[in-house]
């Protein structure tokens, strides 16, 4: 639902909003875009997001947004680690994604 409403505030606004789903494989991409007709296709990707309780490669989305994102972008990440390790490994790229964009 928040990913929801800030994407309406985003193209409400004039500016972009896509959606990027994963875990321990890339699942969906929506590539960012300001038409009004973008929010059902979010909402419709959203709404059939499965979880698969696997770890997730954030070295992958690190990765993507390296190429996809040119222009610093403001990230919202939505996760929770299962245990502290899990973070530990995961924190060098949360750190290198921080350096180029904005993550929350």
């Known amino acids: 639902n928040s990913a929801l409403a800030f994407s309406n505030i985003a193209l409400k606004k004039k ?3 896509g959606l990027i789903t994963f875990s321990n494989k890339m699942e ?3 590539p960012a875009s300001s ?6 296709l979010l909402l419709e990707t959203l709404y ?14 690190y990765t993507h947004a390296n ?15 299962e245990h502290l390790s ?3 490994r995961q924190l060098p790229y ?3 994604l921080a350096r180029k964009h904005l993550l929350v």
Not at 35 to 40: A, F, S
């Open 28 to 30: 969906k991409v929506i």
């Open 67 to 81: 190429r996809r994102l040119p222009q610093r972008s403001l990230l919202l990440l939505y996760t929770n680690f």
């Open 94 to 96: 949360l750190l290198a």
């Open 15 to 17: 500016d972009k909003a």
């Open 48 to 61: 059939n997001v499965n979880t698969r309780f696997n770890d997730s490669d954030f070295g992958l989305l």
């Open 86 to 88: 899990a973070l530990h």
């Open 35 to 40: 038409k009004k007709t973008h929010l059902n």
